[in-house]
């Protein structure tokens, strides 16, 4: 029994917590009226001031005109308080963003980089000035030995830490505005997106952490097309291993990369620390191609150096026919849909297996 009306309790309780509105409907009829009231009394002393019909209506009314005026001065005190209260808040408001969004009246050094007069700048603290989140320069400024017109701080995962750090570790990092192509740590980077780069041993070290990628970067001596996205990228599995990719190159959706005479469409390319080509994936032939005796279709699936098959086959590839165009081999016959062809770069078929 005790239980019950426990249980009933709580429910009364529960029942009883229903949320209010701060401003019901009632609230903002009252602040209706009073705005029309203030309206009025507005328009009756502009009527006052400038018509001198009025005055000599009010005067020969005076009594019932100075009753309706207190009336309308009265109900027009709500919506003057609170009007009140709100351009105070308004105000408040003004200087808190302008305290969080100062223009530098004299040069000022920040994380390391040298801002000159009329730098705007956002701050998470007012009070902080290393609290910088983004700087907007007058003109091209030298960050770290890259030119750019504006910067935003934020932080990136040190994928170098060691894997057994008892907490994930972040660096420091600065996407960069730049106007023109610049190269850094050996790459070519484009102007149309941020380029970003990591900051190491209390930034001392600045190191490439993605840009796009602009004409003139090549990869196994093969042209990389502009467009395509470069980013600092290290494979770690589940069970703990880590490969040893250090870049990772996602090519533009309609740019074609070769790499060992195979026309690769939009593949995504993991790299070493000195970029040769480790794995590809996503990637599908950009034409019909040829390679031993089997003929693959435009549109057929390649990859090579993915976990699973690289420990028995290194180095090889592995193609994966789609619905509707099957692989042709003089020995092999159709191989459709759902099955797998393992090639050495050769030619050699090493294996053809269901996916």
Same mark, same amino acid.
């Given at each position: ?182 190269? $850094? ?11 970003? $780069? ?142 797998? $062809? ?14």
């Amino acid at each position: 029994m005790s239980g019950k009306l426990h249980h009933q309790a709580r429910r009364e309780t529960r029942s009883s917590m229903i949320p209010v509105p701060i401003f019901s409907g009632a609230f903002f009829i009252i602040l209706g009226l009073s705005f029309l009231a203030t309206i009025a009394v507005v328009f009756w002393g502009a009527a006052l001031a400038l018509i001198p019909a009025a005055r000599r209506s009010f005067g020969r009314h005076r009594g019932r005109s100075i009753g309706i005026l207190a009336v309308l001065c009265t109900a027009s005190l709500f919506f003057v308080c609170a009007a009140v209260v709100w351009l105070g808040v308004d105000l408040e408001s003004r200087k808190e963003q302008a305290a969080l969004h100062p223009t530098l009246t004299a040069p000022a050094t920040l994380l390391g980089v040298d801002m000159p007069v009329g730098t705007q700048l956002s701050l998470r603290d007012a009070t902080d000035m290393t609290s910088l989140e983004e700087a907007h320069f007058p003109h091209a400024v030298s960050v770290f030995a890259i030119s750019a017109i504006a910067l935003s701080v934020r932080s990136e995962g040190d994928d170098e830490a060691p894997q057994d750090a008892p907490s994930p570790t972040y660096l420091p990092a600065m996407a960069l505005t730049i106007t023109s192509t610049q190269m $850094v740590d050996g790459w070519t980077c484009g102007a149309s997106e941020p380029l970003e $780069v990591v900051l190491r041993h209390d930034a001392r070290i600045k190191t490439l952490y993605s840009c796009q990628l602009a004409a003139g970067n090549a990869v196994a001596q093969s042209p990389i097309p502009d467009g395509s996205r470069l980013i600092r990228s290290t494979t770690t599995y589940g069970d703990g291993l880590r490969d040893n990719d250090y870049w990772r190159i996602d090519v533009v959706d309609d740019g074609v990369f070769e790499l060992e005479g195979l026309p690769l469409r939009h593949p995504t390319l993991r790299l070493d620390r000195q970029r040769n080509v480790l794995a590809v994936e996503y990637a599908v032939l950009a034409r019909d191609t040829r390679l031993g005796d089997i003929s693959y279709p435009a549109g057929t699936a390649v990859s090579t150096g993915l976990r699973g098959v690289r420990e028995k086959y290194p180095g090889a590839w592995v193609f994966r026919p789609v619905q509707g165009h099957p692989a042709h081999g003089k020995d092999h016959g159709d191989i459709a849909e759902g099955m797998s $062809v393992v090639q050495a770069p050769d030619g050699k078929v090493q294996a053809i297996m269901p996916n």
